[in-house]
């Protein structure tokens, strides 16, 4: 059986984030491929002291160590990404599956503000988080160790790649009434872009999808456009 974290090493939850993300579906697959998306991870008792912080501010990015809580317990050696079609098997280490031993997450994101005026909220940018997502660690990002643009990434070489999204009139009406509309539909556009749809479903359909963010429903669905693409069209929000 696995060896256990015995104590003095257990961890604490330092942080809970606050996300755009309420539900899974339709979060991307990496932090920086909706750059729009907000989150404020909230510091918790005894780790939300103002001093644990101190100098962060001189940082445009850090790393969080997190747990997926909201994914099973339970591991495999082999595991299906949704890269790979959804099909092919690829050994779980070889992957950033979130079906892993000790669940654990690694996400790089910008810090846009921190906020010291009860406990410690971190503003955030551009991450990939679940609503609730329990954090661990959080440290400042060292572009000059940790940028390599020259590795590889085997068989994910880049980003995965973005379809064309519009909006029907009823979506833009809804959107035009709201104070965060450019903030949201910025989020909207850049997260169905990413095609949230299963692996396997990627032509157009009549089957409409719902997905939820912030704090509405966007309902789309997949069509061709004139040169035969295939575009995501958000019908209501
Ligand atoms: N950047 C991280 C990494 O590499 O460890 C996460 C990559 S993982 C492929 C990203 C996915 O994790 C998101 O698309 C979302 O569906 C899922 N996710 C995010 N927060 C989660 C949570 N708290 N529990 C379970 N799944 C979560």
Known sequence: SPEPLIPPFALDVIGRIESDYPDKFGI??????????????V?????DDPLAVRGLEHFSH???????????PRWTPLVRPPRLGGNAKIGVFASRSTHRPNRLGLSLVELTGIDTSRGVRLELRGHDLLDGTPVLDIKPYLPWAESLPEACAGFAPEAPPQRPVT????????????TDRD?????????????????????????RYGLRLRDVDVRFRAEEDEEGRVRLRVVEI
């Open 183 to 207: 903030s949201l539909r910025e989020l909207i556009v850049q997260v169905l872009a990413q095609d949230p749809r299963p692996a396997y479903r990627n032509g157009a359909e009549e089957r």
């Open 167 to 178: 909006f029907s009139p009823e979506a833009d009406a809804a959107l035009a009434i709201r």
């Open 28 to 41: 991307p697959r990496q932090p920086g491929l909706a750059r729009a998306a907000q989150a404020r991870l």
């Open 62 to 72: 850090l790393w969080l160590s997190f747990v997926f809580h909201r994914s099973p």
């Open 43 to 47: 510091l918790l008792p005894p780790f």
